[in-house]
């Protein structure tokens, strides 16, 4: 399993997507549910980081 490999249940996906529609959670804890949700749907790095507007380094591999 790649560090991108990430499975999750029903109810953290829920989470998380809860989070990304959050006005009260920081934009950093935003970002960082939208990478997670991303990659769970087996976007590539480079793929999540352009969605993000971040730069593919800040992601750890």
């Known amino acids: 399993m ?3 490999d990430i499975v999750l249940s029903p109810e ?3 989470e998380l997507s809860r989070r990304t ?3 009260t ?3 950093r804890d935003g970002r960082r549910a939208r990478v997670i ?3 769970a749907q ?3 790095r480079v793929e ?3 969605r993000n507007r971040t730069i593919t380094f ?3 591999p």
């Open 25 to 27: 959670i920081s934009q």
């Open 21 to 23: 529609r959050s006005a």
């Open 2 to 4: 790649s560090a991108q």
């Open 37 to 39: 949700l991303l990659a």
């Open 58 to 60: 800040a992601m750890a």
């Open 42 to 44: 087996g976007c590539s």
């Open 12 to 14: 953290e996906s829920a």
């Open 48 to 50: 999540i980081s352009a």
